[in-house]
């Protein structure tokens, strides 16, 4: 049995549940089609899902052509949850996009067929609702080229556009799919040259499998219109899971929920190898035993139900149970094999950038507060994006987030599944520290005022951006034991999550100059004297004093996130939405205009983004495309914000030291 993993993305909108019901519908999976409207789809599981009929959490669900199973994963459309889609991204063998045929490219389009061409997925096109009113055959096509990539082949022509009538009928010219083919292989240019006889469909499916051009296809979810040449091409130009069976274990962990019992559930891709159930593997850092499977799209399981079996093998998904700290993102495979995620099978993941927005969530009744730290941490185990921020001092928690939307998600999901209320306060905008200079500082055991039996010594200077934390040994490692050694590498670590403005330090480079201690002693015939001797907690309470003396000698300066935006105006709106821009501290490009419609490019702050899409259609008349992905950190101009900080604050010794030795 061959096997697909197919994807289906799309702006939101633009009818992707609805065609993944009419495929489920076409293979015999689903006796009715459902419908987003009246919330009975099949991959939209969720209540939230179905209330506001977008979907929000990958659904997977299989059906058969012929001896092909298809693994059909709905991703979701709306930006908010782009996370989801990053990681569906990294199990796939082929992928449809979908594009409406009245809105036609949006700006999210634009973003996914970016990344999809970056990772080298092979993608067909499908053009959806035809049968709307206002719907478009060559002007989709032209705005396909234009926006998306030139490399296109028209599978067919479209008739009755806008009506019920709607209709797809393939058609393939041979000169105009050869002219195709061969600007992208000299090869087969010579062949024809030579006058041999080319095999145009194997040719096609070659070029399709290799991701370098891409069917185009139009029809109707909602009337079947289309979608049997939609089948036929997923059947003959997409290509197959690879079946190594044999080769060493590797699979990646794309998604991960609670089943009732509040156990862990990870749904896996297999790339290589078999697992079998009560296999002992490695995940992360650490191995555990499987202690159940179900897999997806086996020989007897179509639909949306996983069928218990005995073993996963390479090119399925499935489930796993047993695996008790497995997190998204995680790299399945034999005990024997050492850390890390990258294998030569895998695609790599975080094509997308982190989320630059958070927000304070509080219970609506202080009863439910340690519930509420419960459920949030179980929600950031199935979205590792989602990042959470403890403030002991404050009794608050932060969530960080892609958009507005994804409040209503949160708040949804903890009202339903765990029957907790929740408040937000408004949302503001995440920005780093990076420093500026090098900076030195020491403190030595039983010195000027240093009350912990401990000497640390710490250099910091600045790292490239990307580089992430490195530490150093200036000290011989054996100069004091281990323990005391790690415990320094690790509260630095977690001190540079609040830099001198409260922000993170993403990037550094920090060496340890000094070290010291004071070895185990006791009285005589007595036991152990904590008064007398070192402990691991001289050194971690030690260190953050350490740091910050250094960090202010360095410097730091805060930076805020800048996306890169795009819009499509009319002409005779630039002036006005140049002054909005001004006024929102963009930094725009030359103009390009035309006639009828214009391109702005540029940068603008992250904060300004979500103005920036409220304010558009009242400018544009309604007809502004706004495009806009993370670009870079910039220092702030003006007043440098402050976070509020969640340590004790080692920036104010008295107050910190009283802290600290009140807790000794």
Do not use: C
């Amino acid at each position: 049995m061959e096997l697909l993993n197919l994807g289906i993305l799309a702006h939101v909108d633009a009818g992707k549940t609805s065609l993944t019901e009419r495929l489920l519908y076409a293979a015999g999976v689903i006796d009715e089609v459902g419908s987003v409207d009246d919330g009975n789809t099949q991959t939209d599981s969720l209540a939230l899902e179905r209330q506001r009929a977008i979907t929000i959490k990958t659904a997977v669900a299989s059906f058969r052509l012929g001896d092909l199973t298809v693994n059909l994963i709905d991703t979701p459309g709306h930006p908010d949850f782009i996370a989801e889609v990053e990681r569906a991204l990294s199990v796939l063998d082929g992928a449809v996009l979908v594009v409406s045929a009245v809105e036609g490219v949006q700006a999210q389009t634009r973003v996914l067929m970016r990344t999809l061409q970056r990772l080298r997925i092979p993608t067909l096109i499908f053009v959806n609702k035809l049968d709307r009113r206002g719907a478009q055959y060559d002007g989709v096509l032209e705005q396909l080229a234009a926006k998306l990539t030139p490399h296109l082949v028209a599978m067919g022509e479209a008739t009755d556009l806008g009506t019920p009538e709607a209709a797809f009928k393939p058609i393939l010219q041979d000169d105009v799919l050869l002219d195709i083919l061969t600007e992208h292989d000299d090869d087969l240019l010579r062949r024809y040259v030579d006058g041999v006889q080319i095999d145009l469909p194997a040719a096609l499916a070659a070029q399709t499998q290799r991701a370098i051009v891409h069917p185009v296809y139009f029809g109707s979810a909602i009337t079947g219109a289309g979608t049997t040449a939609l089948v036929d091409g997923i059947r003959e130009l997409l290509p197959r899971a690879p079946r190594t069976d044999e080769a060493p274990l590797d699979g990646t962990v794309f998604k991960v929920e609670r089943g009732p019992a509040g156990e862990k559930i990870a749904y896996v891709r297999m790339f290589a190898g078999t697992a079998h159930v009560r296999d002992r593997v490695r995940y992360g850092d650490t191995h555990g035993k499987i202690t159940a499977l179900e897999v997806i799209g086996n020989d007897s399981g179509i639909g949306n139900e996983a069928i218990t079996s005995k073993a996963i093998r390479a090119g399925q998904i499935g489930r796993l149970w047993g695996l008790s700290d497995i997190r998204i993102g995680d790299a399945i495979t034999d005990p024997g094999t050492g850390p890390g995620n990258d294998t030569p099978h895998r695609r790599p993941v975080h094509a997308f950038s982190p989320p630059t927005l958070e927000t304070v969530i509080k219970p609506r009744r202080p009863s439910d507060k340690g519930n509420l730290q419960v459920a949030l941490t179980q929600l950031a185990e199935q979205d590792p994006l989602i990042n959470l921020r403890h403030d002991d001092l404050r009794q608050e928690t932060s969530v960080s987030l892609y958009g507005e939307v994804q409040k209503e998600v949160i708040e949804s999901t903890l009202a339903t599944d765990y029957g907790i209320a929740v408040d937000f306060r408004e949302t503001t905008t995440i920005h780093i520290e990076r420093i500026v200079g090098t900076g030195h500082a020491v403190e030595f055991n039983k010195k000027d005022g240093n009350p912990f039996l401990a000497t640390v010594g710490l250099r910091v200077e600045p790292a490239p951006v990307g580089a992430g934390v490195s530490y150093e040994l200036d000290v011989e490692l054996g100069s004091m034991p281990y323990a005391f050694m790690k415990a320094v590498e690790e509260s630095v670590r977690e001190t540079l999550q609040q830099g001198l403005y409260g922000w993170e330090i993403p990037d550094a480079h920090v060496v340890m100059t000094h070290s010291g201690y004071s070895a185990r002693q006791s009285h005589a015939h007595a036991v152990f004297d904590k008064s007398m001797s070192s402990t691991a907690g001289d050194f971690r309470f030690l260190t953050p004093l350490v740091l910050m003396a250094a960090l202010q000698e360095a410097g730091t300066a805060v930076h805020e996130p800048m996306h890169r935006f795009r819009l499509e105006i009319p002409t005779d709106t630039t002036r006005a939405v140049l002054a909005t821009l001004a006024r929102l501290r963009a930094i725009p490009q030359v103009p390009a205009l035309a006639a009828e419609t214009s391109t702005l490019e540029g940068e603008v702050p992250a904060a300004a983004v979500h103005e920036l899409e409220q304010q558009l259609p009242a400018l544009t008349r309604g007809e502004g495309v706004l495009e806009s992905a993370f670009e870079r950190y910039q220092p702030v101009s003006g007043p440098v914000p402050r976070r509020p900080r969640t340590d004790h604050d080692p920036l104010n010794r008295r107050e910190y030291l009283l802290h600290v030795q009140r807790r000794v």
